[in-house]
């Protein structure tokens, strides 16, 4: 099973800022197939980013993805008010497709 | 537009079954990989199984296999997840989903399994 390790476990940041969040695999990711996921309460995720960088349907460009292997990140250039949630990353090139434990991005 | 609902969540008590259901729309359903992803309370998300567009490959997490069973009817557009043998751990918000890429998202059946 791989294993995702997401850091920091909690981002405090003000609106404008930058934000970057990590996700490590314990082992390389096939084909890039790294997904990111935003969640606010009550609501079911939101998809973001697949394929490691791709953009979802409808997503900012503020929001962008990176890298390759076993270290991904999720970067949002200039954090708007609705950014502040919870974000996570999860493989899905090989069973079972397992999530990061996710990272909590409130306001300063 | 997409649509998918599930039904079947409620109070169960630990040891007993309970079968959740998702109906698809909107899209060709019987094109596409599903799975079900579940959410414990206060808790991150667990991926908990999958199924082939035509039925005939699934996987499942270890936290599940050879308890729950992951199908699906493409004349009816449904999935389904037969849990058995329920413990507390499984008590969660559980969600129906189409392919990663896709980002098709039911609103989720609440499950809880308590005594």
């Known amino acids: 099973e791989i294993v995702l390790t997401q850091s920091p476990g909690t981002l405090s940041l003000s609106p404008g800022e930058r934000a970057a969040l990590s996700c490590r695999a314990s082992q390389s990711i096939s084909s890039n197939y790294l997904a990111w996921y935003q969640q606010k309460p009550g609501q079911a995720p939101r998809l973001l980013i697949y394929?490691?960088?791709s953009r979802a349907t409808g997503i900012p460009d503020r929001f962008s993805g990176s890298g390759s292997g076993t270290d991904f990140t999720l970067t949002i250039s200039r954090l708007e008010p609705e950014d502040f949630a919870v974000y996570y990353c999860q493989q899905y090139g090989n069973s079972p497709y397992t999530f990061g434990q996710g990272t909590k991005l409130e306001i300063k | 537009q997409v649509q998918l609902v599930e039904s079947g969540g409620g109070v169960v008590q630990p040891g007993r079954s309970l079968r959740l259901s998702c109906v698809a729309s909107g899209f060709t359903f019987r094109s596409y990989g599903m799975h079900w992803v579940r959410q414990g309370p206060g808790k991150g998300l667990e991926w908990v199984a999958v199924?082939?567009?035509?039925?005939?490959?699934?996987y499942y997490a270890d936290s599940v296999k050879g308890r729950f069973t992951i199908s699906r009817d493409n004349s009816k557009n449904t999935l389904y997840l037969q849990m058995n043998s329920l413990r507390a751990e499984d008590t969660a918000m559980y969600y129906c989903t189409g392919p990663v890429s896709s980002d098709y998202w039911g609103q989720g059946t609440l499950v809880t399994v308590s005594s």
């Open positions: 199924i082939s567009n035509d039925g005939n490959t699934k």
């Open positions: 394929g490691a960088s």
